[in-house]
């Protein structure tokens, strides 16, 4: 869904930033789980960056992606972490499982605003005998839930190889971390950043970093509720800008990162840091929605709900546009 936007969105975005203490706008975010695509968001709390764009943020994971990251070695502090984030108007995640829960499950009815993950950006980390792409015939490959984005990319994986799910290899629900494959529940699995990063201490291998097939995918993003946008366009456009902000500090300050990756994920070795920061590189300067990765994930699950739908119904790019064509955009990374 792509909408015409006219002078009052290019004042909004125009005239930030805001004093701080001074008519900030108050917003809860889902960001879901942990990954290194949430860390934008939070060097943009941690850097004054939301204020500064007239908003007063609340950020939020739930109970079960801090006990699902745990089970990797990573302890979320508390203050994060909240049960209940449907009433989070803006969710911080793969547009993939968005769409795929709006169409199949009946779930918030979602609008991808900004990709930051327009390509499959995971990598396969294996158990110890597996050392090549090839090695994954025949094995067990994990992930989490129908849907998520460790599901669709390897779906979109496994028809970059001409594999079949059926033939080739076997996918495992509920299988998505390190010990899932530690423990023999599944051979490999689709990771992130942060566990790629944490798999050479457990003894896995990291087999194949899989973007560099350059598969088209709509990732994490940021995806707001479609009928609170309707009503918030001014908080939705402020919350965009804060994100392109947060991206490109985050690629030119390696200090601002370390930083929020160990106030929020206590992660502070720097052999891991190191590793996470590797992959800031694949971050896009201009988050457009991924358009070309809607379509793709529509092909993988094409149900006759999917088909009901056109891609056009499930972004807005107008936002990434707006600051783009003013030359917000190109002038943060002069």
């Known amino acids: 869904m792509r909408h015409v936007v006219g002078a009052l969105l290019a004042s909004l975005l125009c005239s930030f930033p805001f004093r701080a203490a001074e008519n900030l706008v108050s917003v809860d975010v889902g960001l879901g789980d942990v990954t290194i695509n949430k860390v934008p968001f939070l060097i943009a709390a941690d850097n004054g960056i939301y204020e500064r764009n007239g908003l007063d943020v609340h950020q939020f994971i ?14 979320v502090p508390p203050e994060i972490v909240r049960e209940d984030l449907s009433a989070t108007p803006i969710a911080i995640g793969g547009g993939s499982p968005a769409i795929y829960d709006a169409v199949h499950n009946g779930t918030a009815d979602l609008v991808v605003l900004a ?14 005998d597996i050392h090549t792409v090839e090695d994954l015939r025949g094995k067990r490959l994990g992930y989490s839930l129908p849907g998520r984005a460790n ?24 299988a998505s971390t390190i ?4 423990e023999g529940r599944a051979d490999a ?9 944490l798999a050479p201490e457990a003894g896995l291998n990291d087999v194949v970093d899989v973007s560099r097939y350059q598969i088209p ?3 994490s993003g940021v995806n707001a509720e479609r009928a609170w946008l309707a009503a918030n366009r001014d908080t939705a ?23 929020s990756v160990g106030k929020w994920f206590n992660i502070t070795d720097s052999a891991t840091l190191d590793s996470m920061y590797d992959e800031v590189k694949d971050f896009p300067e201009k988050p457009y929605p991924s358009v070309e990765g809607i379509r793709a994930m529509m092909e993988i699950y094409d149900t006759p709900q999917m088909r009901a739908h056109r891609a056009e119904d499930f972004y807005d790019s107008s936002f990434v546009e707006e600051l783009d064509r003013s030359g917000h955009l190109d002038g943060l990374y002069r």
């Open 62 to 75: 739930t109970p079960d992606a801090a006990d699902l990251i745990g089970l990797s070695g990573v302890v």
């Open 151 to 174: 599901h669709t990319g390897l779906l979109l994986f496994a028809r970059e190889m001409g594999w079949s799910p059926e033939a080739d290899f076997t996918m495992v629900e509920r």
């Open 189 to 197: 699995i689709s990771a992130g950043a942060v566990l790629v990063a």
């Open 217 to 219: 995918f709509v990732g």
């Open 115 to 128: 990709t930051l993950e327009n390509i499959v950006q995971a990598h396969i980390i294996a158990a110890a």
């Open 179 to 182: 010990r899932d494959v530690t």
């Open 237 to 259: 456009a402020r919350f965009v800008k804060s994100t392109v902000e947060a991206l490109a500090l985050m690629k030119s300050d390696r200090a601002a990162f370390d930083a």
